[in-house]
């Protein structure tokens, strides 16, 4: 059974360029949440949906965004982008709403220039 | 929001020797404390959790206790092992839809 899976899992972008990543959640799994971890802190979180529905937003400008598919899959669009939003971004699936631990994907490594 | 605190930032045992991390949370409403482990390059891994209903769990080597009163939850490592360096990171959620991560603490087993 696959795990959570994102793409790319290395991208390098200019300043003030836009970038989309994606995620497949665990089959089965209704809730997808993207965090952001920059080098040596833990994660923040960004974004939840569960069932294609936003959840809930973390202290992150407008210039982040999300949407989650019909199959539960997501994507998590940066636009305008900074030098600091180089980073590690997560994605993490859960079974349903409520508490449950995540499971999270490999990340994908955002290196802006 | 919450804010959660986790202590020390690194810390390095001799093998078969107890390792220890303590976190502590600002929100009282908090309920679920999960425990994740990250190898360098790679995801956290979920390693143990506890629920605010319960004060201790264990999973052989690793165990969680929660003290709702002080706020504050801890990880105990016993027999330590050179695998079992990693950073780790503890998180605390009142609503499941929002985690608050600490800030990592960075385990050395010296063989």
């Known amino acids: 059974d696959a795990g959570v899976t994102q793409s790319p899992t290395h991208l390098i972008k200019t300043r003030g360029q836009q970038v989309t990543l994606r995620c497949s959640p665990i089959?089965?799994?209704?809730?997808v949440s993207w965090y952001q971890q920059v080098l040596g802190q833990g994660p923040q979180f960004i974004f939840q949906?569960?069932?294609?529905?936003?959840?809930g937003r973390g202290n992150f400008p407008d210039r982040f965004s999300a949407r989650q598919f019909p199959n539960y899959s997501s994507e998590l669009n940066v636009n305008a982008l900074l030098l600091g939003d180089s980073a590690l971004y997560l994605c993490?699936?859960?079974?349903?709403?409520?508490?449950?631990?995540?499971?999270f994907g490999s990340g994908t490594r955002l290196t802006v220039v | 929001g919450e804010n959660v605190e986790q202590h020390p930032s690194t810390l390095s045992v001799q093998e078969g020797d107890s390792a220890v991390i303590k976190c502590t949370y600002s929100d009282s409403a908090s309920n679920y404390f999960p425990w994740y482990k990250q190898e360098l390059g790679k995801r956290p891994q979920l390693i143990i959790d506890i629920r605010s209903n319960v004060g201790e769990k264990k999973d052989q080597r690793i165990a969680v206790t929660l003290n709702k009163t002080a706020k504050h939850f801890s990880l105990h490592i016993t027999e330590t092992q050179p695998e079992d360096s990693a950073v780790y990171f503890c998180?605390?959620?009142?609503?499941?839809?929002?985690?608050?991560f600490g800030t990592g603490t960075s385990l050395t087993v010296i063989p």
């Open positions: 998180a605390a959620t009142r609503t499941g839809n929002q985690f608050y």
């Open positions: 993490a699936s859960s079974p349903s709403w409520g508490i449950y631990g995540y499971t």
């Open positions: 949906y569960y069932e294609k529905e936003e959840r």
């Open positions: 089959s089965g799994h209704k809730s």
